[in-house]
Structure formats: C-alpha cells, structure tokens
C-alpha cells in the first residue's frame, strides 16, 4: 500500500524511498532505466517475468517520463494491461488495483 507521493519521496508500507520503484506483490525494488525518461522493454523485463495482470507507469509528478507506444504494445501483446498516468494519480490507481488483483507499479518520483 503506498502511503503517500510528493515529488522526489514515497512512502509504502510505511517505508520511505527517495528514487524511482518498482512495486511488485511480493515486495519493492529498485527502479533504473537504460534511457532515463523513455520507458523500453528492457526496463521491465523482470515485470514481464512475473506476467502480472496490470502495470501502472507512474511519470512523475508533471508527467515527463514517456512509455513509447511499442513498449505498451509489447506488454499488451503478453496480456499485460498497461496504465500511464502522472505519478501521484498512478499511486491512487495502484492502492485501488492492488486489492482486487495482481498488478505491478513503476514509479518515477520526480519529473
């Protein structure tokens, strides 16, 4: 459960993370991409592994981070639902989600 989101910080399960996670049902790793603000495969392949049913890109707070139209199709085409939203409205969706099902988070904390 995230607890709370402001730029540069969240807080799950009462721990706080000050740079970018990926939240997976079994616990929260480290988030690191390969072209910084563009989200490719190769950024999610231990999600991919796993196959949950959704994966929800938090872009940051203004929404700067892009997840390139053949990254969603590529998730899509593995039965992966993909939502990209703003990291704040991307941590509601997840709390919500979360509950009823099997979903992962990546989350880009700052722009």
Known sequence: MIDSYEFGKIKINGK???HDV???????KDW?????HSVIIEDVKEVIEKKP??????????????VPENTKQELEK?????????????????????????VVAALHLTC
């Not at 639902?81 to 990291?87: L, R």
Request: aromatic share 10%.
């Open 16 to 18: 706080e993370y000050n």
């Open 22 to 28: 990926i939240i997976f049902p079994e616990g929260i």
């Open 32 to 36: 690191w991409r390969k072209e910084g």
């Open 53 to 66: 049913k959704t994966i929800i890109f938090g872009m940051g707070e203004p929404g700067e981070m892009k």
């Open 78 to 102: 593995l039965g992966i639902e993909v939502i990209v939203e703003p990291t704040k409205k991307a941590c509601g969706i997840f709390n919500k989600l979360s509950e009823k099902g099997d």
